[in-house]
């Protein structure tokens, strides 16, 4: 079973190498989505469970999911703003990845499921190192915010419950 699951996801792996503007935007079912955060999980040393929890409270899983206020974008609803800060094109330089020109390419490179995981998986990995799953409410406020004192309490509960009713 296990070998079935890495051939899999090396397989997902090879499909998410492509160049991001070569992405065509097609539905994604929840099975596909699932082994995209085991694939990422597995190539950051976490949870897969815990990334699922993140899409789960974020997008519902939803990789078209689309919040204009902040703006964020996809699964893991990653913020980008074209004048200002953007959670994106810092974790994008992070891992050494190039930038998508303008607005429309990052939206299609975020709006596909193995880059938004990608990003976002690498972002819990960092706050998981830092802070602790105990704080996985930064991944919604952001680590400036966490170091003013501000935290998300109801954002955290839900992640948790989550991650939990997940796990089983």
């Known amino acids: 079973m296990n070998i079935i699951i890495a051939i899999i996801i090396i397989g997902l ?8 503007l070569a992405y ?6 929840k099975t596909e989505i699932i082994l995209l955060t085991k694939k990422w999980g597995l190539i950051y040393g976490i949870d897969s ?9 974020e997008s519902n899983y939803n990789p078209k999911a689309v919040n204009p206020a902040d703006p964020s974008y996809g699964l893991m609803q990653i913020l980008h703003r074209e004048n200002g800060w953007s959670t ?3 974790l994008l330089k992070q891992l050494g990845k190039s930038i998508p020109e303008n607005l429309e390419e990052m939206k299609e490179y975020l709006f596909n499921p193995n880059n938004n995981i ?5 972002y819990i990995k960092t706050i998981l190192n830092k802070y602790g799953f105990d704080n996985i409410d930064i991944y919604n ?8 004192g501000y935290r ?3 954002y955290k509960n ?10 089983g």
């Open 49 to 57: 469970l815990i990334i699922e929890a993140v899409i789960q409270v």
């Open 118 to 122: 990608e990003l976002g998986g690498f």
């Open 88 to 90: 994106a094109e810092a």
């Open 13 to 20: 792996g090879l499909l998410g190498a492509k160049k991001a």
């Open 24 to 29: 065509i935007p097609r539905d994604y079912s």
């Open 152 to 154: 998300n309490i109801d």
């Open 158 to 167: 839900k992640v948790h419950s989550a991650y939990f009713k997940l796990k």
């Open 141 to 148: 406020i952001g680590e400036t915010s966490y170091s003013r």
